[in-house]
Every structure is written in structure tokens, then in C-alpha cells.
């Protein structure tokens, strides 16, 4: 099985690989074209299935031997759809499906999971790549361009926030109720039934596909991955909900993105109840001129639900990449009108510590935030207790 180790600062610190971390990956397509794929909180590499079919014409990995002569020979017979030459690495994070799970929250932050996407690029021999995140892995794909901004050729932020408490959902309801649904799921076809609410919008899982609806056929699909990828342990779940919420990108790192001279595409469902578009919104104004910004009708999982227009989004951003198309020819965002309205905005959103300033309605509702998850986390203590002598576990998602 193919893996990349990873060393750990922490008990490394020369840089050797030994008892290190190891990255569980698969490569798709051939081609000079890199693209590599950072899948989000408790999701495997496998989520991203419908890009990797979009983007390389075939989702048979070629990692292994006797799969890649099998897909040589589909080539040859003329068996791709839209591969037009790229390479796709999609991974897990550590924390989650075949990869390490390390047991401390410090070794989980996006900074720490960008360098294993950055070893995993040296490890295949990848000079430079189109980065694409979803959801944690967008967060974790922003940190890396920050890092290495020489080896990204351009970056797709997929249903991405600032992290910190913009990964709070949106207060009302409905979260709430799925936040509880949440906490007492305890089997695949509970965990199965709370993402399925999680990740698309009501009106897209009521249509027919023949005489099911999608809610029907997705359900069995998410009973059938969870139980197959296995549990996510409670410490890959705290670790990667822990990479959330420490995740912050300085004034100074969007500043490095925006002067890299590569292209960003900001995508987004409009009704996503994890990762709210105002704050991908926010994000894509701030690496103007460099950013376009996409909305879709979706859920947070808008690469699933609207695949077509996303692989469409990709290809063009891919394309433009490619054909060195300017910014100010990319961006879709209004542009500024003076240095002023740059300084001025600048000013009303970071200190002289660079960090972030809020509106008196900003702070009402990060307070409601606070409180419910206070809530939460008071519930997750005394379920906790209950079970002190049976550890509990979290399933795996996609999110």
C-alpha cells in the first residue's frame, strides 16, 4: 500500500522519518498535470471520487502495479472522458482512515497537516501542483500556499471558513437539532442519517432517481463507506476538530497568496450549514485580485451535489492557469476603488496584533455561539462519563 512518512518535530527533531507519521495516498491519471486533493474534518481521500473522475476520466488508482498496466491498456483503448494529461493525488489525513492517528490535539493544526501534504509532494516528486481543499482541507491548502507559495500552481477552496469560531454552523433549529442527532449516533446508520441532513440540501435528496429518492440511495452508500472505512478514533476527531479551530491565516499569509502570482478559486455551496459563504465570501475579498468566487446551490457538499459545475470550475481554473490569464482578467469580485477603501478595510479587520475586530452583531452572535457550544460540550461530558469504562468512538464522515 502506498505510503509517505512523515517526520514528527516533536520526536524528530533532525528531520528523520523514523516512527514518524504515514500519509496513506492514492495517485489517478497520467499526465503532466499535478493536481493534488485535501479532503476535510473525518473525510478519507475516497470523498473526492467525483473530481478524480472529472479531472483524470478514470477513478482506478494506478499506485499499484497491476492497476496501472490495467489502466495503461484502458487508455490505450481510448477509455478516458475528460483526462487531457493530469496526474490527481488524493490522500487521508492523519487522524482519519489508513493514516496515523497521533494521540496528542498539539500534533493536529493545519500547519502541521500542510507539511504532510508538502512531504507527500516531495515524496511523489511533485515540483509544483494545483492545490484543491475541501471544507478542514481548504484551511489546511490555504496554510500550504502560504508555506510554499513557489509550488503551488493554483489553489480551490472548496466550502472553506477562517476557522477559529467561523466553524461554528449557523445558530437555529435545524443545527441544533442535527448537533444533538449528532452526539447520540452511535451506529453507521445513525452517523449515516445525520450527515446525509449534514452535507446536501432537503430539496436535493427528495428528488427521484428512477423510483428512489437520492435520501434512499445515499443513505445505503453512507452506511456501506462508514462501515467499510471503519471508526474514526476519538483522537483523530478531537485532534482534527482541534486543526479547526486553532486555524487562522494572518494578514501577512493572505498577503503572501494574493503576491504568489497563481489563481484562486473560492467554491461554495449557498446553503451549507457547516462552513457559512459569508465568511468564504469574506476570505475570497480578501485575496482580491487573485480570487473568483463561485457560489452553487448546495450544501457543504457541493462537489457531490452540484458535480458538474464543480469539475467545470476546476477545469477552467486549471485551464487559466495554464494560459497565464491576468487576475484582474479572473476575478470575478468587484474591485476596490481606492488604496483608502484597501487601508480602510485593512484597519476595521486586524489590530495592531493582527487579529480580527467585530461588530457589536458579530459579538451577539459569537456569544450565542459560545453558549451553544458550551451546550454541546457539557452534553459530550456526561455522555462521556456514562460510558468511562467503554471509551467511545466517532464514525467516519465525509465532511
Not at 493530469?86 to 489508513?98: K, L, T
Not at 511533485?126 to 491548502?141: D, P, R
Not at 428528488?207 to 463507506?225: D, F, H, N, P, W
Not at 475586530?357 to 456514562?386: D, G, M, N
Request: aromatic content about 8%.
Amino acid at each position: 500500500m502506498p505510503f509517505c512518512k512523515v517526520a514528527d518535530p516533536q520526536t524528530n527533531p533532525d528531520g528523520a522519518c523514523k516512527n514518524g507519521t504515514e500519509i496513506f495516498y492514492r495517485t489517478y491519471g497520467h499526465g503532466p498535470t499535478k493536481v493534488l486533493l485535501i479532503i476535510g474534518l473525518a473525510g478519507t481521500h475516497d470523498s473526492w471520487g467525483p473530481q478524480i473522475k472529472g479531472l483524470t476520466g478514470s477513478d482506478r488508482p494506478t499506485d499499484d502495479d497491476q492497476l496501472r498496466i490495467f489502466d495503461q491498456n484502458s487508455r490505450e483503448e481510448g477509455d478516458t472522458e475528460m483526462g487531457g494529461g493530469i496526474e490527481v493525488c488524493a490522500f487521508d489525513n492523519r487522524g482519519m482512515g489508513r493514516s496515523s492517528i497521533p494521540t496528542k490535539k498539539s500534533q493536529y493544526t493545519t500547519k502541521i497537516m500542510a507539511k504532510d501534504a508538502i512531504a507527500l509532494l516531495d515524496h511523489l516528486g511533485w515540483q509544483k501542483a494545483h492545490v484543491f481543499g475541501h471544507s478542514m482541507g481548504a484551511m489546511i491548502a490555504c496554510k500550504l500556499a502560504a508555506m510554499v507559495p513557489d509550488r503551488v500552481l493554483s489553489l480551490a477552496l472548496l466550502n472553506v471558513t477562517g476557522g477559529g469560531f467561523e466553524c461554528f454552523p449557523k445558530l437555529d433549529r435545524q443545527t441544533v437539532s442535527i448537533a444533538i442527532r449528532f452526539l447520540k449516533a452511535k451506529t453507521p446508520e445513525q452517523r449515516a442519517a445525520v450527515d446525509l441532513d449534514t452535507h446536501y440540501t432537503k430539496e436535493f435528496l427528495e428528488e427521484y432517481v428512477g423510483c428512489k429518492t437520492r435520501r434512499a440511495i445515499l443513505y445505503q452508500e453512507y452506511v456501506k463507506g462508514i462501515s467499510s472505512t471503519g471508526m474514526q478514533s476519538n483522537y483523530g476527531f478531537e485532534g482534527q476538530i482541534n486543526a479547526c479551530w486553532t486555524h487562522k491565516m494572518t494578514q501577512m499569509e493572505i498577503e503572501v497568496i494574493r503576491s504568489a502570482g497563481f489563481l484562486v478559486s473560492v467554491i461554495h455551496g449557498r446553503h451549507d450549514i457547516i462552513a457559512q459563504i459569508y465568511y468564504a465570501k469574506r476570505l475570497a475579498e480578501k485575496l482580491q485580485p487573485v480570487a473568483r468566487m463561485i457560489d452553487l446551490h448546495g450544501g457543504h457538499l457541493v462537489s457531490h451535489e452540484r458535480t458538474k459545475e464543480v469539475n467545470q470550475a476546476l477545469h477552467e481554473l486549471i485551464k487559466a492557469s495554464e494560459s497565464k490569464v491576468s487576475p484582474h482578467d479572473w476575478t470575478n469580485l468587484p474591485q476596490k476603488k481606492s488604496a483608502t477603501l484597501r487601508l480602510t478595510w485593512t484597519s476595521l479587520t486586524t489590530t495592531s496584533t493582527d487579529r480580527p475586530t467585530f461588530s457589536i452583531a458579530e459579538k451577539i452572535h459569537i456569544c450565542l455561539l459560545y453558549i451553544c457550544s458550551l451546550f454541546v460540550l457539557v452534553f459530550e461530558r456526561a455522555r462521556r462519563v456514562q460510558r468511562s469504562l467503554r471509551p467511545s468512538r466517532v464514525e467516519a464522515s465525509l465532511t
